[in-house]
């Protein structure tokens, strides 16, 4: 069975970090390129970041609006990825789930920047 | 960036009757290898996504073959044939040719 779980969010202020992790299971995890995509309160998704595999020598891709904050990074050896959130936004609050390969998606993780 | 657009926001079906949801992408989303990105998505009332759709038109594993999807370069559709009460959710489609990936902004799928 595959099995993504995501973890680390909570309530953060403005400005501060916070740092998620997607513990997978039941999939190939070396050769997927594994993505975060957030959802906001009114229900829109948003992909953000993209890590790929060994083989494609872990090239990164992320959308503009995280571009400098955020950094997507991986560990073979433990199925998971994270990702590191720096100087965080309200506009950032929203639930975060980790999707790999374009198939198989996490429950998500709460994470609300607010002062 | 390429945009996403989803038509309609809602759709109320009675069971057993058939439902379509549209998508129109802003720039073509056939590669040059002959495969069109766009993938379908359904997230059931508190759950997260799943993907019912690939690559236009192949089911995804475990689907039910009342969920097909067509389209052409640019225009998508995703056709439910025989909805159950088990089909309500959001509807979600998404591109994943070109970098920033981007989702439709969803449709409303309730049971009459």
């Known amino acids: 069975e595959v099995q993504l779980v995501e973890t680390g969010g909570g309530l953060v202020q403005p400005g501060k970090s916070l740092k998620l992790t997607c513990a997978t299971s039941?999939?190939?995890?070396?050769?997927?390129?594994m993505h975060w995509v957030r959802q906001s309160p009114e229900k829109r998704l948003e992909w953000i970041a993209r890590i790929k595999d060994k083989s494609n020598n872990y090239a990164i891709d992320y959308v503009e609006s995280v571009k400098g904050r955020f950094i997507i990074s991986r560990d073979d050896s433990k199925s998971s990825i994270y990702l590191q959130m720096n100087s965080l936004k309200e506009e950032d609050t929203a639930t975060y789930h980790c999707m790999g390969p374009l198939a198989y998606w996490g429950q998500g993780t709460l994470v609300t920047v607010s002062s | 960036d390429i945009v996403m657009t989803q038509a309609p926001l809602s759709v109320s079906v009675t069971p057993g009757e058939s439902a379509s949801i549209s998508c129109r992408s802003s720039k073509s989303l056939l590669h040059t290898n002959g495969i069109t990105y766009v993938y379908w998505y359904l997230q059931k009332p508190g759950k997260s996504p799943h993907l019912l759709i690939y690559?236009?038109?192949n089911l995804a594993s475990g689907v039910p073959d009342r969920f097909s999807g067509s389209g052409s370069e640019t225009d998508f559709t995703l056709k439910i044939s025989r909805v159950e009460a088990e089909d309500v959710g959001i509807y979600y489609c998404?591109?994943?040719?070109?970098?920033?990936?981007?989702f439709g902004s969803g449709t409303k799928l309730e049971i009459k």
């Open positions: 039941g999939f190939t995890f070396s050769t997927a390129w």
């Open positions: 690559r236009m038109s």
């Open positions: 998404g591109q994943f040719l070109e970098n920033p990936f981007t």
